[in-house]
């Protein structure tokens, strides 16, 4: 097994990051307006505002992300050099993703009490960290099913 560098570290939060934007965060976005929208009987009423209220929901999302990305880059080093002697493939997912949900949800709970809200709320830090709990996990699975050897050593163990 390699060694775990900062640079595979960027790359799986870089992935993540993109997973994040482009298919988690859009879909928690669709859920939520679905929820919010349905049970109050304004789901037609509001389908001609559907499309701008994602849309600004995703360039605002994705510039927290960002920075929230970047604060996870030593956390997310420092999980991968702990976990490097765990050789379980669905470990390493499972903490990459809680690491991601924690982080999520303490960072808009922080933007959420700086932003003018008062109190503990449990809706919008869910509402981030399950997305980016996700986005890590399909990340980190996806980086661990790469292939790990050269195609010398794929030659030299075939025969």
């Known amino acids: ?3 775990w560098t900062f640079e595979k570290t960027f790359r799986l939060v870089g992935t993540s990051y993109l997973w994040l934007c482009a298919v ?3 879909a ?9 929208t349905i049970p109050s009987g304004i789901f037609l009423d509001s389908l001609n505002g559907a499309l701008p209220f994602a849309v600004i929901f995703i360039v605002i999302f994705a510039v927290i992300a960002l920075v929230g990305a970047c604060v996870s880059l030593p956390f997310s080093y420092m999980l991968s050099l702990v976990m490097e002697p765990v050789r379980s493939r669905p470990a ?4 990459h ?9 303490v960072s808009m709970q922080l933007v959420f009490l700086v932003a003018g809200g008062t109190g503990w709320s449990w809706l919008y830090p ?12 399909i990340a980190r699975w996806r980086l661990d099913r790469e292939k790990k050897s050269t195609p010398a050593e794929v030659v030299e163990a075939a025969a």
């Open 1 to 3: 097994m390699s060694t």
């Open 24 to 26: 988690t965060a859009p």
């Open 28 to 36: 928690a976005a669709f859920i939520a307006w679905l929820v919010a």
């Open 92 to 95: 390493h997912t499972f903490a």
């Open 97 to 105: 993703a809680i690491l991601a949900g924690i982080l999520a949800a």
């Open 126 to 137: 869910l509402l981030v960290a399950a997305p980016a709990g996700v986005a890590a996990a």
